[in-house]
């Protein structure tokens, strides 16, 4: 990938970095963009034994302002099949990207800085973890250009914040800031601007050196958890447990257990 392509991608210490690179436009989401995200997601699923965590950035100090609102503009001014027909399209292709990274058997990081807004906002709940700068700020915003969300907002902000909090955020389109974000439980973590980037790679570091089995596994049972009834989460459980227990790094992790010392994974 080009340093001017839409979407850069680093794999370095097992950590692989995609980069949302159109800083000039504050990283809005165009078809560009897309395709970028989808190639950025082919190589990782390439190279995933030498993978093992991801975080998802955006390069201009900012994460992502949304779709690019130009773009939406130009369509609109064609006839209304053709327009509905290239936005259905696009969005068809996003949210494949969202359902890539939520079946993705690694965790995915949302480092977040400057402006979440639009399908930034759903981009960063189909990640598994989210760390902001302390003045980022956060808005769903489509309300303001007269259309619904999309990205999966309306499943996740549900799950996430409650029904009264996600129609406070998608029926309102305040802006609010990173604290707000953490208590309402949108991100795990708000730390400054300068610590930011050391804050999201100590995570990284900590789950691409852990037992890659055991939290692919864990977070497909999480994934799944809301919409399964008890006893079929308690069977997913359980096999889950003992596929683990079959595996060198359970091993591994009871040895270590035993013997005072830190584990020592390998890959899987």
Do not use: W
């Not at 850069?8 to 504050?26: C, E, F, G, Q, S």
């Not at 609109?76 to 359902?99: F, Q, T």
């Not at 915003?141 to 990205?151: E, F, N, V």
């Amino acid at each position: 990938m080009a340093s001017d392509d839409a979407v850069l991608l680093n794999i370095t210490d097992a950590v692989a970095t995609i980069t949302l690179n159109r800083p000039d436009r504050m990283n809005a989401l165009d078809q560009a963009m897309v395709a970028g995200l989808a190639a950025a997601l082919d190589k990782i699923d390439a190279n995933l034994p030498d993978i093992g965590a991801v975080i998802i950035e955006g390069s201009g100090g900012t994460f992502m302002a949304g779709g690019d609102v130009k773009f939406f503009h130009q369509v609109s001014k064609g006839p209304v099949e053709d327009a509905r027909s290239s936005i259905e399209a696009l969005i068809d292709r996003v949210h494949e990207i969202v359902l890539r990274i939520n079946a993705l058997p690694r965790p995915v990081i949302a480092k977040l800085e400057g402006a979440v807004a639009g399908f930034g906002i759903s981009l960063m709940n189909a990640c598994d973890l989210a760390i902001a700068a302390e003045e980022t700020v956060f808005t769903l915003a489509y309300i303001h250009i007269g259309t619904s969300p999309d990205g999966g907002a309306t499943h996740s902000l549900t799950r996430l914040v409650g029904m009264k909090k996600a129609k406070e955020i998608a029926l309102l389109g305040d802006r609010f800031g990173a604290d707000e974000a953490h208590d309402c439980g949108l991100i795990n973590k708000v730390v400054p601007a300068d610590l930011l980037a050391s804050a999201t790679a100590k995570y990284a570091t900590r789950l691409a050196t852990g037992p890659r089995d055991a939290i692919a596994r864990t977070k497909a049972l999480l994934n799944a958890a809301p919409e399964a009834d008890l006893q079929t989460q308690l069977k997913a459980e359980a096999k889950s447990f003992a596929d683990c227990a079959t595996s060198a790094d359970f091993r591994e992790g009871v040895t270590a257990f035993v013997e005072k010392r830190t584990p020592r994974f390998g890959k899987s």
